[in-house]
């Protein structure tokens, strides 16, 4: 079984950074893709970022230059740094993780998710 925990949500102000982390336990052999997904106030959940394996990574355009992922193998975590946070930024934050529990063996799990609430 794996177990996803999310931290780092939160209230900022319009303008402020938040860090979000997504830490992965349990019986993980090797882990590929690293997403982070957005579910907004009666909005359709949205792929915000992603990270592979091998580093490159991949964002939505209304998040380009003021998101950044990365990834930590070694403590099989995701980070999603978010700058020059905007009102419309304000949603649930997901984070979604390619996990082998076995050789060859990929499920994706869910997080928990996080509010982030971007409010003056």
């Known amino acids: 079984q794996v177990q996803l925990v999310e931290s780092g949500g939160g209230l900022v102000q319009p303008g402020g950074s938040l860090r979000l982390a997504c830490a992965a336990s349990g019986s993980i052999f090797d882990i590929n893709d690293m997403d982070w997904y957005r579910q907004g106030p009666e909005k359709q959940r949205e792929l915000v970022a992603r990270?592979?394996?091998?580093?490159?990574?991949n964002y939505a355009d209304s998040v380009k230059g003021r998101f950044t992922i990365s990834r930590d193998n070694a403590k099989n975590t995701v980070y999603l740094q978010m700058n020059s946070l905007k009102p419309e930024d304000t949603a649930v934050y997901y984070c979604?993780?390619?996990?082998?529990?076995?050789?060859?063996?990929?499920?994706?799990?869910w997080g928990q998710g996080t509010q982030v609430t971007v409010s003056s």
């Open positions: 979604n993780l390619d996990v082998a529990t076995g050789v060859g063996i990929y499920v994706k799990y």
């Open positions: 990270i592979t394996s091998s580093g490159s990574t």
